[in-house]
């Protein structure tokens, strides 16, 4: 997806209302992350905000690609080692 504008420029203000617990809660999160407030919110909704536009994304095919790619779907693996690899592998709640 795109980049953020890493140029100096100016920026524009935005004013939201929010409860005191939901601050102090982005808060926290953004100290953790070695953010401001500014810049931990305007991160989080950069990423919703591709995201929302991601999930409209269109994806267009003819019939026959359309059943080729649904074929391919349908199609069992090969075996490989990396497979084995991964079959073999407990799942990280299972190891103890």
């Known amino acids: 997806m795109s980049t953020p504008n890493t140029t100096p420029g100016k920026r524009e203000t935005l004013n ?13 999160a953004a100290k953790a992350r070695g953010k401001n ?9 950069r990423l919703a905000a591709e995201e929302a536009l991601l ?6 095919a003819s019939p026959d690609a359309y059943a080729a790619f649904l074929a391919r779907l349908d199609m069992p693996p ?4 990396r497979l ?10 299972e190891k103890g």
Do not use: G
């Not at 090969?78 to 080692?81: D, L, R, S």
């Not at 084995?84 to 709640?93: D, E, G, H």
């Open 16 to 28: 939201i209302r929010i409860k005191p617990e939901e601050r102090s809660l982005i808060d926290r």
């Open 37 to 45: 407030r500014t810049d931990f919110m305007l991160d989080a909704a």
């Open 55 to 60: 999930d409209q994304t269109l994806i267009a």
């Open 78 to 81: 090969q075996p490989n080692a």
């Open 84 to 93: 084995r690899k991964t079959m073999q592998t407990p799942a990280p709640w």
